[in-house]
């Protein structure tokens, strides 16, 4: 189900370790970036990641991209917006921006898609009561 875009911010400081010899951050840590946004948009949202877990579900990544648009670099603040693009019945679909404050130049853009699955692995459905917290939030935004 598709649902309205909404936006979650988090904010990031880049780390030396995260960079190359030129101060230029790796590309692997923005899948890092992008999971700091999704993890505080579901604490936002009433739905901590640990509680959820505690309840036996997990949403590992079945699917991700991401698409780099400028070099971000040592010690820059960034911004991280997540938004919510498609929950169905065992899988979320997760958009991500990084941006440059204050102007909100785009550094770079990519997604996730999660599946739901129990403490084994195997897939489930998710929870109404999950599904209606996410897809409440996003109507009343």
Known sequence: MSVPTTVSTAHIRVRYPETD?????HHTHFFVWFEVGRTEYM??????????????????????????????RY????RVETSLEEV????????YRLVRPPAGELLASGFTVHAAVDASGSPRRI???????????????
Not at 45 to 50: A, D, L, M, Q
Request: aromatic share 8%; glycine share 6%; with cysteine.
């Open 21 to 25: 010899r030129m101060g230029v951050a």
């Open 43 to 72: 604490r936002d949202r009433g739905c901590p990641y640990s509680e959820l877990e505690k309840q036996g579900l997990f949403f590992p990544v079945v699917e991700a991209g991401a698409r780099y648009h400028r070099p971000v």
């Open 75 to 78: 010690d820059e603040e960034l």
């Open 88 to 95: 169905t019945a065992a899988r979320v679909h997760f958009a």
């Open 127 to 141: 929870p109404p009561e999950v599904r209606h917290r996410l897809l409440a939030c996003e109507a009343s935004e």
